[in-house]
């Protein structure tokens, strides 16, 4: 493990957690939930190589899915050197506001000391929550750390309940619709450069507010549309 990325180690000074948070229901299964893991392993490289040109925080993962329940699928906060993704598979329905609520759970535990920077949230799913989705949304937003965090959500196919992400982002712009493979790998890999806005030096209790809408990437006309 590389000492500059430790919490509290010589170098570091702020800490960024950063979750995935990934729909894997039934109606994943095929070439959605593949793309998904394929794009979020080809996020790491990146990712570490944003870590080592910022010696101004430390990022740290930890990924959530959900299908009938919600559970961690990288459950401790892991140093981007030493992340690995593991391959998710897909069966059930959506329990989206149980997964936020484990989202909020953690988050209650952070000290709210300024250490942290405000943490980044991605939610990844194809459909429309199963459960009590506000329920959820109400417990992540009730903590101080939920209500500061950069949330973005990428709608994968056509039959996601849009209003539901928007209400999660606070920000339509932040709703990103990945109607392809090639959109949803490119949506997933600039998710994970939000990293260097949100660690930037200059933000302090910031929040989407460092992050350039103007990168989100475009579909192109030789993108398939097949979802």
């Known amino acids: 493990m590389n ?16 979750f995935w948070i990934a729909d894997c229901s039934g109606s994943m299964n095929g070439e959605k939930i593949q793309t998904l893991n394929y794009a979020i392993r080809q996020t790491i490289p990146d990712m570490r190589k944003e ?13 959530v899915k959900f299908n009938d329940g919600a559970q961690w699928h990288v459950p401790t906060a892991t140093v981007i050197d ?11 329905t959506t329990a989206m506001g149980k997964a936020l609520e484990l989202v909020a759970g953690e988050l209650k535990q952070f000290p709210t000391d300024t250490k942290r920077l405000p943490p980044v949230l991605v939610l990844l799913t194809d459909g429309q929550p199963t459960d009590d989705f506000k329920k959820g949304l109400d417990e992540l937003l009730a903590t101080p750390w ?6 973005i959500a990428i709608a994968i196919g056509k ?24 959109l949803l790998v490119k949506f997933i890999k600039w998710a994970s450069t939000v990293v260097k806005n949100v660690s930037a030096p200059s933000v302090g209790e910031g929040t989407a507010g460092a992050i350039d809408i103007n990168t989100i990437p ?8 097949i979802w």
């Open 3 to 18: 000492e500059r990325n430790l919490p509290g180690g010589e170098m570091s000074s702020r800490i960024l957690d950063f």
């Open 51 to 63: 870590a080592d040109a910022n010696p101004n925080a430390s990022i740290m993962v930890r990924a």
């Open 82 to 92: 030493d992340f690995d993704w593991v391959d998710l598979t897909a069966g059930g």
């Open 146 to 151: 939920g209500k500061k965090a950069v949330r």
């Open 159 to 182: 039959d996601v309940d849009l209003a539901v992400l928007e209400q999660f982002t606070a920000n339509a712009e932040l709703v990103l619709e990945a109607k392809n493979p090639q």
């Open 218 to 225: 475009v579909a192109l006309d030789d993108d398939d549309e």
